[in-house]
């Protein structure tokens, strides 16, 4: 009898984690914004029907503003894993068998990244606005198919002398799901950035864009997935010349996961991604781009330690890449190589390995094996989640030039970054 009870217990409490948040996603080698085949309540940024699968929950991503791009330049902000933006919101179902739900302040890394694409260098140093103030309300059903849709809408404004700025973006997500298949949609209909103090540049506007994707249940255990995304905008960087630019990604992928125990589930997943960048050259802007291929595997691993904790954690490696680039030695949408180029170039090679030395070129990509690791504390209908071993720069102690040496070091007076709480009611 007692061991009925401490295997139920077990089970209840995969089931409870199996909602969880960014932290929890990330260790297993997943995106932040959802996983194609890992259960999350992060899915719905995917697929909003996901949110059919869903009971009352509240979410709270532990943040603040996110990390400034570059010194001094508070509005482009990205959310690092050693520095992140506050989120949070509620879940909920009526009873007429709706679900809605509101999440305040999600940002994904391709919005951040035109806007900051977008920005000037040199010695202006002018950062565009990233979204703020994000809302994000869902609904979701059950008809003849599982549905949902999802609105996006941002909106802020500055009018303080010398410090104005104004900045809206708004999209659409809808999504559908019945038996073994899934499929979703994301329009993007539209962004604007104008410049700091209303300035003449750098100026940002977004264009229609769209992602679209979907999956199949080949078993209970394996799932295949595909998506294809493609954004333009138009940009500003001089007083006299608009410029174009374009993101695009297609991807194409097979996740497997297997209960191996009753307190273990472990994660295979193998998939290919094309990611391609550009900016078209103006005046004395040259062009650039960046693009990359990849086909990397992750093997991934959940455990139920006791009743009050789940620890997790994933490699990842490329069994195939390369990049392409050319353009990242003068500019990367900058109107020089001043400190905003820089960090422009940096945030390109951290995100997708391009060059940071100005020669460019087409090279395989490097030192591509990541660890991850996570947990999760949990006390009743409480989860705390986190990331193991990304000390950030804000830890007591520790020289913020230093802050990145410390990666993958156990620190047990700062446990866990990227936290984040759920609450089921």
């Known amino acids: 009898m007692k061991k009925i009870m401490m295997t139920a217990s077990a089970v209840m409490l995969l089931s409870t984690s199996a909602f969880a ?216 960087n001089s007083t006299t010349a608009t410029r174009k630019g374009a993101f695009s990604k297609a991807m194409l992928g097979f996740g497997h996961s297997k209960k191996v125990t009753d307190n273990s589930t472990m994660f295979i997943k193998l998939h290919g991604e094309s990611t391609h960048i550009q900016l078209d050259s103006v005046g004395s802007l040259a062009a650039a781009k960046i693009d990359r291929l990849a086909f990397p595997i992750s093997i991934g691993f959940e455990h139920t330690s006791t009743e009050w904790l789940v620890l997790r954690g994933s490699v990842i490696q490329n069994l195939y890449g390369t990049v392409k680039d050319s353009g990242l030695d003068t500019n990367f949408g900058t109107a020089g ?36 690791a996570g947990a999760t504390l949990t006390f009743g209908s409480l989860s705390v989640d986190g990331l193991i071993g990304a000390t950030p720069a804000s830890r007591a102690g520790t020289p913020a030039s230093a802050a990145d040496t410390n990666g993958g070091v156990l620190a047990l007076d700062n446990l866990e970054t990227r936290v984040g709480v759920t609450y089921k009611f």
Do not use: C
């Open 337 to 372: 190589a001043g400190n905003m180029g820089a960090v422009i170039r940096s945030l390109a090679n951290q995100k997708y390995g391009a060059s940071t030395s100005g020669t460019g070129g087409k090279k395989t990509l490097a030192n591509s094996t990541q660890v991850n």
């Open 21 to 236: 948040t960014k932290a929890r996603l990330q260790a297993l080698g997943e995106d932040k914004d959802g996983s194609y085949y890992i259960s999350d309540y992060r899915n719905i940024y995917i697929n909003p029907a996901e949110l059919n699968s869903m009971g009352n929950m509240a979410i709270f991503e532990w943040g603040g503003a996110g990390a400034s791009a570059t010194s001094g330049i508070s509005r482009a902000s990205l959310d690092l894993d050693n520095n992140t933006k506050a989120q949070g919101g509620v879940l909920y179902g009526l009873s007429n068998g709706i679900k809605i739900g509101a999440i305040l302040g999600d940002e994904t890394d391709v919005a951040a990244l035109t806007r900051i694409l977008s920005s000037n260098g040199g010695a202006t140093n002018e950062g565009l606005q990233s979204a703020d103030n994000v809302l994000d309300v869902f609904v979701a059903g059950k008809s003849a198919v599982n549905w949902g849709a999802n609105l996006l809408y941002t909106s802020t404004k500055n009018e303080a002398a010398s410090a104005r700025y104004n900045q809206h973006s708004y999209a659409a997500r809808l999504g559908a799901s019945q038996d073994a298949w899934n499929v979703h949609l994301l329009l993007a209909l539209g962004a604007k950035a104008d410049a700091p103090d209303y300035t003449k540049t750098p100026t940002y506007k977004g264009n229609f864009g769209a992602r679209v994707g979907g999956g199949y249940d080949l078993s209970a255990e394996n799932k295949t997935f595909g998506m294809y995304e493609s954004y333009t905008w138009d940009q500003t």
